[in-house]
């Protein structure tokens, strides 16, 4: 990067919260936006984000905290709201992480934020719609996968629908999102004549049935109307997978496009696009076991093992 960072001079409050709203705050420090991250006190306890971090769960390098400024505050007392209200007023962006309605219950909604200061983003994160029948509710990444739909199309064919880690919804739902909707609201801001920013909703579940456009849409066509296992992307094609290797570990496996199909034929295995079905995945899966790769030059070569075709001689994947 040539210069100072793109959001270098933006000032941004951010409340202490789970990994969605640490992750939206480390973007914008990334950025070089001056990130100071309110925390709750603590009696005998260090307030730096590190160490924060290390007394919630044991961590001593919290990566969500870096390039971050902390400060303890008391939001349950008037120098409390005070002080974040004074803060907010010299503020480009706030976010809140909360369940809707705990800063509004404080004296800090955004009615009184940004009529403070109009120049105000604030920014609010929640798992469930704030006007949904859910908004009270406690959840996590994998509750906020399932009431969206998408989990039901994650995992194998045969089993129950298996959730990632917790990077769909938490962190790409829900923190980058949040990330997406601040930067519209500060394009906005700057091209408006008035210059006041505005209030930026973001939920989890909103958010990753928005990223899970495509396989909506494929459902409706051959790419993707099987159950769950059994479509193009979904490891329900040979050529679409992860496959155990002859040393324990796993390779992946994309080749979608017909070109990479001639190394199939060399290697004995030869397929054409669109074969599929529970014996192909089988005798693949079983075949790949004994199969032995080498990166090299960039690329992966087959050298050998069994169910190879090639005579011995090493094959460029």
């Known amino acids: 990067m040539v210069g100072l960072p793109p959001l270098t001079g933006l000032k941004v409050l ?5 990994a969605p709203g640490p992750f939206a705050g480390v973007f914008f420090a990334d950025a070089g936006a001056e990130v100071l991250r309110i925390d709750r006190p603590v009696p005998g306890r260090s307030h730096t984000p590190a160490a924060a971090a290390a ?5 001593t390098d919290d990566l969500l905290a870096r390039h971050k400024a902390s400060i303890a505050v008391d939001l349950k007392s008037p120098a409390g709201v005070a002080l974040v209200r004074a803060l907010a007023r010299d503020a480009d962006v706030l976010i809140d992480p909360y369940r809707p309605g705990v800063l509004e219950r404080r004296g800090l909604g955004p009615d009184v934020l940004c009529a403070a200061n109009p120049r105000l983003v604030y920014a609010r994160l929640s798992g469930f719609r704030r006007d949904g029948k859910y908004h009270a509710m406690a959840g996590h990444d994998i509750n906020y ?18 959730p990632p880690w917790n990077v769909l919804a938490d962190f790409a739902g829900g ?27 973001a939920n989890m579940v909103d958010g990753v049935s928005y990223l899970a456009a495509f396989p909506r849409f494929a459902a409706k066509t051959p790419l993707g109307d099987h159950p ?49 079905g529970e014996a192909v995945l ?3 899966h079983g075949w790949t076991k004994g ?4 990166v090299a030059d960039g690329g992966l070569v087959w050298t050998g093992g069994s169910g190879g075709g090639g005579g011995g001689e090493k094959a460029r994947l």
């Open 145 to 162: 996968l399932a009431v969206s739909g998408l989990l039901s199309v994650l995992g194998r064919a045969g089993d129950k629908p298996t």
């Open 14 to 18: 951010e409340f202490a919260g789970l």
């Open 55 to 59: 007394a919630a769960g044991g961590a």
């Open 228 to 276: 769950r296992g059994q479509n193009l992307l979904d490891t329900g094609c040979p050529y679409y997978d992860t496959y155990e290797t002859a040393d324990g570990g796993f390779m992946a496996v994309g080749c979608i496009e017909p070109q990479f199909f001639s190394i199939l034929g060399y290697v004995g295995r030869a397929l054409r696009p669109g074969e599929g």
């Open 175 to 201: 923190g980058l999102m949040l990330v997406v909707g601040v930067l519209l609201a500060l394009a906005a801001r700057s091209s408006s004549s008035s210059g006041h920013g505005q209030v930026v909703e």
């Open 282 to 284: 089988a005798r693949w």
């Open 291 to 294: 199969v032995e790769f080498d």
